[in-house]
């Protein structure tokens, strides 16, 4: 890891956003599609949730981490900083490639940031929230210069599509930003994490983990399927969106109306409405996207928050309140003095460049795969190098040769 290679920390370090970028599969799923598959309506989802369509990986070679490499790879690029750059990857994510290795460890591997750390965050839908405290954390302490935070799900391959309480929520993508460490004051200025494990079971995946691995059974009973007690769930989030944005922004010394921009985790209309009510936000400050994309989880604020630099909604020395909320329970909040003009042109060369990198990567990441398999073809199960084997063999075979041709 950078950082400051173990000296003194700088006094003052801030953790600024420089990069966002995000990724979404091509396909999109309407509420009348939806009405094909399962006993629902247009009306009902509009209604209830806000929702007119969701974007899926259809694709199956698009995953949560080519997601995740994609959207980081765009928040490089606004930044105009190299993927050997980083000093750490934060991968939330409830969809994660495998259950080991992190999906985190194989987005390093794709950008080619050879002096990152990396590993996954799992805090469901307020883990990207979650993954700003942590890089901020690294930053302000001097462990890191450059933290990249990804959000990034394919919720569509754990959700029932024949569960209408649970499909038509949800739907895939990734986000990502850069944070780094800067003497410029604001930034991340402060962050609330919550959690109360006693509602585990409201929004759950029973089976694949260690309680109840894998079997006929559970495989039969859809028990790798996520399962909510929607309601018990909404009655939880609208009381905890507006408590944990309160006390965010209390940590940083700002009051409610001093906010110009709130994203709020883009699960369902009413939940934000009703929260953003109790705060008594008026609508201008609410970014909100989830008619598009559905709730994303972890992936939604990070893709909101990208929409909102696209459509100008932040400009320098404006305060931004990102919070969220999921399944544990879960919950995070965080204020932020935003510093970051828009988007920035790089020289167009560079994105040559950045490509030509990500594309040695790859060939980096082979060659690594193929020496190991040759290192370990060269090492015989007694760890004797297959050289001394094979030359034993070949003495033996010679010797049985010249005794054959000695007795003819
Ligand atoms: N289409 C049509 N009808 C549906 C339906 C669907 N997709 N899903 C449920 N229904 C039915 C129910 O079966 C129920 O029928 P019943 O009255 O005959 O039993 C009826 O609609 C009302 O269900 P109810 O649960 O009261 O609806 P609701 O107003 O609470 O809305 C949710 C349901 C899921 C939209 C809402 O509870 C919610 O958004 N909860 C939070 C979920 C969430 O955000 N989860 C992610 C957290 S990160």
């Known amino acids: 890891m950078a950082g400051n290679n173990g000296r003194y920390a700088p006094m003052q370090r801030y953790a ?10 091509d ?38 981490a080519t997601l995740a490499t994609r ?29 080991f290795p992190s999906t985190g460890s194989l987005v390093q591997d794709a950008l080619g940031a050879t002096s990152a750390g990396a590993f996954d965050l799992s805090a469901a839908c307020s883990g ?39 499909c038509v929520l949800f739907g895939d993508g990734a986000g990502a930003v850069l944070l780094q460490a800067s003497p410029v004051p604001g930034g991340v200025l402060s962050a609330v994490l919550g959690s109360d494990g006693s509602g585990g079971d409201l929004l759950i995946v029973p089976a694949g983990g260690s309680r109840q691995p894998a079997t006929l059974e559970t495989v039969a009973s859809g028990q790798h399927f996520a399962k909510m007690d929607g309601r018990a769930v909404f009655r939880f989030a609208t009381r905890i ?20 921009l709130i994203i709020p985790h ?28 559905g709730n994303t989880s972890t992936a939604s604020i990070p893709i909101a928050l990208t929409e909102a630099i696209e459509q100008n909604r932040l400009k320098p020395n404006d305060n931004l309140v990102m919070v969220g909320f999921g399944a544990g329970l879960t919950w995070a909040a965080t204020a932020i003095k935003w510093a970051t003009p828009g988007v920035r042109e790089a020289p167009r060369w560079r994105s040559g460049q950045r490509s030509a990198e990500y594309g040695l990567a790859r060939m ?45």
């Open 16 to 25: 600024q956003i420089i990069g966002w970028g995000k990724a979404l599969p």
């Open 27 to 64: 396909r999109i799923v309407t509420n009348h599609d939806l009405e094909k598959i399962v006993d629902t309506s247009d009306e009902w989802i509009r209604t209830r949730t806000g929702i007119q369509q969701r974007r899926i990986a259809v694709d199956p070679n698009e995953t949560t």
């Open 71 to 99: 959207a980081a790879r765009a928040a490089l690029e606004v930044a105009d900083v190299p993927a050997s750059k980083l000093d750490l990857i934060i991968c939330s994510t409830s969809s994660p490639e495998h259950l």
């Open 128 to 166: 990207f929230v979650y993954g700003l405290s942590l890089g901020k954390g690294m930053i302000a302490t001097g462990q890191a210069d450059n933290v990249m935070v990804i959000g990034s799900e394919t919720l569509s391959r754990i959700v029932d599509w024949s569960d209408r309480d649970t």
């Open 241 to 260: 969106m507006a408590e944990a944005t309160r006390q965010a922004l209390e940590k940083a010394n700002l009051s409610i109306d001093d906010v110009d």
């Open 266 to 293: 883009q699960a369902n209309e009413r939940i934000i409405q009703s929260s953003m009510k109790k705060l008594g936000l008026p609508p201008e400050k609410i970014f909100m996207n989830l008619q598009y994309y």
């Open 364 to 408: 980096r990441s082979r060659f690594l795969q193929f020496s190991r398999k040759v290192e370990g073809s060269l090492i015989t199960e007694e760890g004797e190098a297959w050289s001394a084997v094979l030359s034993k063999r070949i003495t033996a075979w010679r010797q049985s040769q010249v005794e054959t041709q000695e007795e003819e």
